[in-house]
């Protein structure tokens, strides 16, 4: 049994001493976040190992975005898995800024004023509507004339070549030849741009051709482990796709979702097992906190240790 020990404040204190201390504070999420981080160094460590970065959207909407973007540019990861509103928000903060707005405020004056709400962040429609579908009409025109079909991946790729931003997630992963997975293509704004496009064009997005990438690297793959942030989708692409190779070798949730009404988004590690999503030895941990809150500190951690 290990102690529980007090928590000491002092100056000098950087995120790789605050996470030890974290580890043997006891409780109830803290010991959690510490734990998560060792999980994470010992996977993305591992160079047998097929690594999944799984998140949804809303996250790319905040400053979350510079978090992905330096893990990205790290590469930790082998393999992302998205939605669609991931490229649009990177898209759109590419060409402009959102702001810091409140969950309190009005939104019908919201509206008003030429925004849309995300939580308590402010999305211009200049920028997200506008902006978005002036360039992505552009980019879209230049990829047609490469080819009519692409996989997701393969479509962000060539997004890449074209965004050239330091900052860009759909860059990084570009210039780091990272797969984007984003089964769910048609829901958001690039999307709707993509259906646009293809009216009076013969171009299409072969989604099987992902679901072929996904297969042949699971299979080859020796180990595999993924940090899963959120739920829907993302989540359980990842998840799924793992099963195939007799589940998990490492996994790491952060959500705040909760499993008592039986969503996928809200299913503990545990679960997995069951599915054989998830190995009943791997190393495994959840932890109930919102991304925003922990992340920063769970990546200052790292990059240190890494």
């Known amino acids: 049994m290990n102690k529980v020990e007090d928590f000491k404040i002092a100056e000098s204190i950087d995120s790789v001493g605050i996470l030890e201390q974290m580890s043997v504070i006891g409780g109830f999420q803290g010991n959690k976040v510490a734990e998560a981080v060792q999980v994470l160094e010992r996977m993305i460590k591992d ?73 308590n962040v402010l999305v211009p429609d200049k920028v997200y509507a506008e902006l978005v579908e002036k360039h992505l009409q552009e980019f879209l025109t230049e990829i047609y004339q490469e080819g009519t079909e692409w996989a997701t991946y393969e479509l962000v790729w060539e997004l890449g070549k074209r965004l050239k931003r330091e900052d860009s997630l759909i860059y990084l992963a570009t210039k780091n030849k990272i797969p984007v997975i984003v089964p769910g293509i048609t829901d958001g704004m690039v999307g709707y741009q993509l259906w646009l496009f293809s009216q009076d064009k013969d171009f299409r997005i072969n989604i099987f051709k992902d679901e072929q990438l996904l297969n042949d690297r699971v299979w080859e793959a020796e180990r595999a482990g993924a940090f899963i942030i959120g ?72 990059a240190k240790r890494i």
């Open 231 to 302: 739920g829907g989708i993302s989540k359980h692409h990842t998840i799924w796709w793992n099963q195939f190779r007799g589940g998990l070798d490492y996994a790491v949730y952060l959500s705040t979702a909760t499993e008592l009404d039986g969503s996928l988004s809200g299913a503990a590690p545990r679960e997995a097992v069951s599915w054989g999503k998830i190995k009943a030895q791997a190393e495994k941990v959840h932890v109930w906190l919102e991304a925003t809150a922990i992340l920063p500190l769970m990546v200052s951690a790292l």
């Open 47 to 119: 160079e047998a190992a097929l690594n999944f970065l799984a998140f949804p959207a809303c996250l790319v909407a905040t400053g979350i975005r510079g978090v992905f973007a330096e893990m990205i540019r790290r590469g930790w990861f082998d393999i992302i898995v998205t939605t669609c509103g991931t490229l649009d928000h990177d898209l759109a903060r590419s060409y402009g800024d959102y702001y810091e707005g409140s969950f309190n405020l009005s939104d019908e004056d919201v509206k008003r004023r030429g925004f849309s709400r995300l939580g």
